[in-house]
């Protein structure tokens, strides 16, 4: 068992959306801190430092992208954070909150309790099997076993799957800024 429990801020201000992520994530022994509008998720992250963020994207006061990137450019900026929503929904937001406001993941609402548990799983590091760690003296011999490798954090794709001509400028464009020129040769020759 963790010494410490892991810190994870909800800024949501709809009952049934913290209901979605609260319960699976404290039943799991996360520590939850709750805040319901940006203005105030953003205090609570500056003063608390949490582990890992869920941000709705819609907020009273401030909207979840522009606290997402305050909170990605503060001192804390390597918190993951997960932007979470139901308004916004597609492809498009997705690559923006991904790559303009710098969001770590972004889930669609409703969101089952198993993916909300593996992306967490996967944006915070498993640092407490080092607490878990056999003794350096040991009584007895024990065989210790490797842990399962964890698959690495892939680099962010865009999905570049064009269905007409702006779509597929944009997605060209997006491809130069992201990768490189060459990328984005190299992707036009594999489409």
Request: with cysteine.
């Amino acid at each position: 068992m963790p010494q410490t429990k892991r810190k994870i801020l909800i800024i949501d201000y709809e009952p049934r959306g913290i209901k979605q992520m609260y319960d699976p994530l404290k039943s799991a022994g996360y520590e939850i801190l709750l805040a319901k509008d940006g203005v105030t998720g953003f205090e609570v992250f500056l003063k608390e430092k949490p582990d890992l963020v869920l941000i709705e994207a819609m907020l009273p006061k401030r909207h979840g992208f522009e606290v997402c990137l305050d909170m990605k450019r503060s001192e804390h900026g390597d918190t993951p954070v997960v932007i979470v929503t139901s308004v916004y929904k597609g492809r498009r937001y997705r690559t923006q909150a991904i790559h303009q406001y710098k969001c770590n993941e972004y889930l669609e609402k409703p969101l089952a309790p198993e993916k909300l548990l593996d992306t967490v799983d996967r944006m915070l590091p498993d640092d407490e099997s080092a607490d878990q760690a056999a003794p350096a003296v040991a009584t007895t011999p024990t065989v210790a076993t490797a842990p399962e490798p964890r698959p690495a954090d892939p680099k962010p794709v865009v999905d570049v799957s064009p269905h007409d001509e702006a779509e597929e400028e944009i997605s060209d464009r997006l491809n130069e800024i992201l990768f490189g020129s060459e990328d984005s040769d190299d992707s036009k020759r594999s489409a």
